[in-house]
């Protein structure tokens, strides 16, 4: 019989990606979306786990915008944080891995190196919170759920949300004649969702649990990602470089929050290529889909 899996936020960029890889390694995917289950109704959840005895519940499903979130922290948390439990209490009653995601921004960018997973959390704003409480309730109902922690994810299912990602963003600024500003005193590490689906399917079929961080695998300002995007795209806007004091947002965000993948190396599962092979994959991907 073929493993079973469930998925809970299906229609997102890493939902999307998740059933795919999921689907190609023969696994029985039973992928809800938001407009099918709200992961906030716990009786929603519920009744969409309870009969199906998957081995595996990924949830991608989350509440990711950052700014918002300090005027509505509360919609925030029932979604990163109270839902969560509802996930967890669900695969305990059924018997599930939970494997959940989770963010750089659980930190305040104060490091000088690479975030592994013994590093202390300290998130600066509502989102950060919110996604902390949610690995907590993760791990307080179930001793083998598995947190992925990841950072500034793109991929071609962000073309058909209303949120978007980075890339659809900086596409769009392209397209007008105004110069482009992105700050260049940030420093995170894209990933590219297909890749962050395959690695965390892959430390499930090692068996592993607990912390693991999956991020793109080089710390990168957002303006020289932003070069890197207008590279691959064959497009040559006016990108100028701002900062942090110039450049303010309603929530506080951390200054450098790169993740290290030693813990996920070590485990034996293949380094991240390079940031610009995970561009050139998005490209292909969208040019065929849109
Ligand atoms: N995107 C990033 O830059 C980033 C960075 C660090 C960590 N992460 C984490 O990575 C994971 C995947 O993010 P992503 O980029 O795939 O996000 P995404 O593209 O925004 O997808 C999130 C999905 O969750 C759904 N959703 C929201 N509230 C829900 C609810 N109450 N019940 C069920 N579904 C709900 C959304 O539906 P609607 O579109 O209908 O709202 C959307 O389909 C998340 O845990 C996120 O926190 C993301």
New binding site residues.
């Given amino acids: 019989m073929n493993r079973r899996a469930v998925v809970?936020?299906?229609?997102?960029?890493?939902?999307v990606e998740l059933v795919r890889e999921l689907r190609e390694r023969r696994y029985a995917v039973l992928a809800?979306?938001?407009?099918q289950?709200?992961?906030?109704d716990a009786a929603a959840v519920e009744r969409a786990l309870v009969g199906y005895e998957a081995e595996v519940v990924f949830?991608?499903?989350?509440?990711?915008q950052v700014d918002v979130a300090e005027k509505e922290p509360q919609a925030a948390y029932?979604?990163?944080a109270l839902?969560v439990r509802n996930l967890a209490l669900g695969c305990r009653q059924v018997d599930a891995q939970l494997v959940?995601?989770?963010?750089?921004?659980v930190f305040d960018g104060m490091a000088r190196h690479p975030y592994v997973e013994e590093d202390l959390p300290h998130p600066l704003g509502a989102y950060g919170v919110s996604?902390l409480a949610g690995e907590l309730y993760a791990r307080a109902y179930l001793d083998r759920a598995l947190v992925v922690?990841?950072?500034?994810?793109?991929?071609p299912?962000?073309l058909n949300?209303?949120?978007g990602?980075?890339v659809e963003l900086m596409l769009r600024l392209a397209g007008s004649p105004n110069p482009i500003r992105v700050v260049e005193d940030h420093v995170a590490s894209p990933?590219y969702?297909p890749l962050?689906a395959a690695r965390t399917v892959d430390l499930v079929e090692r068996g592993l649990a607990g912390i693991y961080h999956v991020g793109g695998g080089i710390p990168i300002s957002w303006f020289d990602f932003a070069r890197l995007i207008f590279e691959a795209a064959g497009v040559q806007p006016r990108l100028l470089a701002t900062n942090e004091r110039e450049y303010r947002t309603p929530a506080r965000r951390p200054r450098y929050s790169a993740l290290s993948n030693a813990k996920m190396e070590r485990s034996g599962l293949a380094p991240m290529p390079p940031l610009k092979d995970a561009l050139a994959s998005y490209f292909g991907r969208r040019n065929r889909t849109a």
């Fill in positions: 809970f936020g299906a229609a997102g960029q890493l939902g809800w979306e938001r407009s289950v709200d992961i906030t949830n991608s499903a989350a509440y990711n029932l979604v990163n839902a959940h995601f989770s963010t750089d921004y996604k922690r990841t950072s500034g994810v793109f991929g299912g962000g949300t209303a949120r990602n980075f990933t969702a962050l």
